[in-house]
């Protein structure tokens, strides 16, 4: 029992020690307080406008028939975009484009109504701006949505002529049409901040977690080389205590930034809320355990604070792309699935959408819950391995 009291004094000493040096360093007061609260509100404004309407589109018609003048007014009708003019030819529109008077081409070539007409399959291409993926995806929208409407359309023609004709088609000659449209379920305003930051506010609470260790660590060793490469702020005491006694103090400095950024920002910009809090709650506790002993494996390889800026650039992009955000992971080879595997972050993103976006329950949700798990038992033996056998042992007890 003296023992165990013993080992449990060494954790908190450790740990009120962490929490003197990280509340006194006011770069790691950046990485784990002041980046946390604003970068998800910076990126959430930056992405706030999920879609645009109304973009500007010409128009060219080397067809000039009835059906090309009802395409282009459905189009015109459509949230999406809007005709701001016909051009003579392709030269003239794309001139158009080039001064900004819009952003999208529709060009309708000149035997567009008699491939209709002739049953074939009719080609309409669209040319657009892609300086800015929201227009893109305006004018495809738009495009889409007016091409379904109109092959509808011509489709249930060309049956009641059928059926008037005599076909035996449907009965009593009236042809039914079938009417498809789709209905959200998670993303309701199917924006691209809806779809992208859930994932990118989990990469945030990563990498400040991460960063923010790294610098505490860089500083330790600052002091070192000041003092004969002893850290006079160093609680002597053994591995695990000193391990555990860090990890309770990161752990508890990011319980608050964690309840703000995973359910008060996607609150604050009305992102979808359909997961339930205590699920997410306990399916945080292995991601930031993970994601606490992943910095202290990385830290040991940090001498310079400066260094963190570095990693903080470098990591940040990996991680987003690894996570299945911007390419979904079962697309990726087996390397780089492997690899992805292999950081917190990607488990914790796909976890956290699927429950906040989707409604998943934890139990819905149990393969990237034992993952997280996984990866912090790995992580603690990792960042165990390498600091008991690297850390200087006038430091560390047996």
Same mark, same amino acid.
């Given at each position: 029992?003296?023992?165990?009291?013993?080992?449990?004094?060494?954790?908190?000493?450790?740990?009120?020690?962490?929490?003197?040096?990280?509340? +006194?360093?006011?770069?790691?007061?950046?990485?784990?307080?002041?980046?946390?609260?604003? @970068?998800?509100?910076?990126?959430?404004?930056?992405?706030?406008?999920?879609?645009?309407?109304?973009?500007?589109?010409?128009?060219?018609?080397?067809?000039?028939?009835?059906?090309?003048?009802?395409?282009?007014?459905?189009?015109?009708?459509?949230?999406?975009?809007? *005709?701001?003019?016909?051009?003579?030819?392709?030269?003239?529109?794309?001139?158009?484009?080039?001064?900004?008077?819009?952003?999208?081409?529709?060009?309708?070539?000149?035997?567009?109504?008699?491939?209709?007409?002739?049953?074939?399959?009719?080609?309409?291409?669209?040319?657009?701006?892609?300086?800015?993926?929201?227009?893109?995806? #305006?004018?495809?929208?738009?495009?889409?949505?007016?091409?379904?409407?109109?092959?509808?359309?011509?489709?249930?023609?060309?049956?009641? %002529?059928?059926?008037?004709?005599? #076909?035996?088609?449907?009965?009593?000659?009236?042809?039914?049409?079938?009417?498809?449209?789709?209905?959200?379920?998670?993303?309701?305003?199917?924006?691209?901040?809806?779809?992208?930051?859930?994932?990118?506010?989990?990469?945030?609470?990563?990498?400040?977690?991460?960063?923010?260790?790294?610098?505490?660590?860089?500083?330790?060793?600052?002091?070192?080389?000041?003092?004969?490469?002893?850290?006079?702020?160093? *609680?002597?005491?053994?591995?695990?205590?000193?391990?555990?006694? =860090?990890?309770?103090?990161?752990?508890? *400095?990011?319980?608050?930034?964690?309840?703000?950024?995973? =359910?008060?920002?996607?609150?604050?910009?009305?992102?979808?809320?359909?997961?339930? #809090?205590?699920?997410?709650?306990?399916?945080?506790?292995?991601? !930031?355990?993970?994601?606490?002993?992943?910095?202290?494996?990385?830290?040991?390889?940090?001498?310079? +604070?400066?260094?963190?800026?570095?990693?903080?650039?470098?990591?940040?992009?990996?991680? %987003?792309?690894?996570?299945?955000?911007?390419?979904?992971?079962?697309?990726?080879?087996?390397?780089?699935?492997?690899?992805?595997?292999?950081?917190?972050?990607?488990?914790?993103?796909?976890?956290?959408?699927?429950?906040?976006?989707?409604?998943?329950?934890?139990?819905?949700?149990?393969?990237?819950?034992?993952?997280?798990?996984? !990866?912090?038992?790995? @992580?603690?033996?990792?960042?165990?391995?390498?600091?008991?056998?690297?850390?200087?042992?006038?430091?560390?007890?047996?």
């Amino acid at each position: 029992m003296n023992r165990i009291r013993h080992y449990i004094t060494d954790i908190f000493k450790v740990c009120k020690r962490e929490f003197h040096l990280a509340s +006194r360093d006011m770069g790691v007061v950046l990485f784990f307080l002041a980046l946390p609260i604003a @970068y998800p509100i910076l990126y959430a404004l930056i992405y706030n406008r999920e879609y645009v309407h109304d973009v500007a589109v010409v128009v060219v018609d080397d067809c000039r028939s009835e059906t090309t003048r009802e395409y282009a007014r459905r189009l015109d009708a459509s949230q999406y975009v809007e *005709i701001a003019g016909y051009a003579a030819n392709m030269q003239e529109a794309r001139q158009a484009m080039a001064r900004k008077e819009c952003y999208g081409i529709v060009h309708f070539p000149e035997d567009f109504e008699q491939q209709i007409g002739r049953g074939e399959q009719a080609h309409l291409p669209v040319y657009c701006d892609m300086s800015l993926l929201l227009r893109y995806k #305006s004018i495809l929208m738009a495009q889409t949505d007016v091409t379904a409407s109109m092959s509808a359309d011509i489709q249930a023609d060309v049956m009641q %002529l059928a059926a008037m004709q005599g #076909s035996s088609l449907g009965s009593g000659g009236i042809i039914p049409t079938v009417e498809s449209f789709q209905v959200p379920m998670g993303n309701t305003s199917m924006g691209l901040a809806s779809a992208l930051l859930p994932g990118i506010l989990v990469l945030i609470l990563q990498q400040s977690l991460v960063l923010g260790i790294c610098m505490l660590a860089a500083g330790s060793r600052e002091r070192a080389r000041r003092n004969g490469g002893i850290d006079p702020m160093a *609680i002597p005491a053994s591995t695990a205590c000193t391990m555990a006694g =860090k990890a309770l103090c990161y752990f508890v *400095i990011y319980i608050i930034p964690s309840i703000y950024i995973l =359910k008060y920002v996607p609150m604050f910009f009305s992102f979808p809320q359909n997961g339930h #809090s205590l699920d997410m709650a306990i399916f945080m506790i292995p991601f !930031l355990l993970s994601t606490i002993f992943m910095g202290m494996a990385i830290q040991r390889f940090i001498h310079e +604070r400066e260094t963190v800026f570095l990693l903080f650039v470098f990591s940040s992009i990996l991680f %987003l792309f690894l996570s299945g955000l911007s390419w979904p992971r079962y697309a990726m080879s087996p390397l780089w699935t492997v690899i992805g595997s292999c950081f917190p972050s990607t488990w914790a993103i796909n976890g956290y959408v699927a429950m906040k976006s989707n409604g998943a329950l934890l139990w819905q949700v149990a393969h990237p819950y034992a993952m997280l798990w996984l !990866l912090t038992a790995a @992580y603690f033996a990792i960042s165990w391995t390498i600091i008991h056998f690297t850390q200087p042992r006038h430091t560390a007890k047996a």
